[in-house]
């Protein structure tokens, strides 16, 4: 048998294999913004999971269009700015 710790590296180095950069990036970036149900399914979508049979529908729903409410004004500004 492995030690506990040797999973655990085995788990993380699949993890950061699945996902490129600029995912693991985008998912930071909204732990830090304190969206935490956001990163869950921002990690579940780059690992190739249906969040839908994670959280329920609704939650889901609302999740996408408070974040893509947040990313089009963010990307607006962005533009406007150049």
């Known amino acids: 048998m492995f030690p506990m710790t040797q999973n655990t590296k085995n788990c993380?180095?699949?993890?950061?294999?699945?996902?490129?950069?600029?995912?693991?990036?985008?998912?930071?970036?909204?732990?830090?913004?304190?969206?935490?149900?956001?990163?869950?399914?921002?990690?579940?979508?780059?690992?190739?999971y249906d969040p839908l049979h994670y959280i329920p529908y609704r939650t889901?729903?609302?999740?996408?269009?408070e974040n893509y409410q947040i990313d089009r004004a963010s990307s607006s500004l962005t533009n406007s700015g150049t």
């Open 60 to 65: 889901y729903i609302r999740l996408l269009k």
């Open 12 to 48: 993380e180095i699949e993890l950061y294999k699945a996902m490129n950069k600029k995912q693991i990036e985008e998912i930071i970036k909204a732990i830090i913004a304190g969206k935490y149900s956001w990163a869950c399914v921002l990690i579940l979508r780059f690992n190739g």
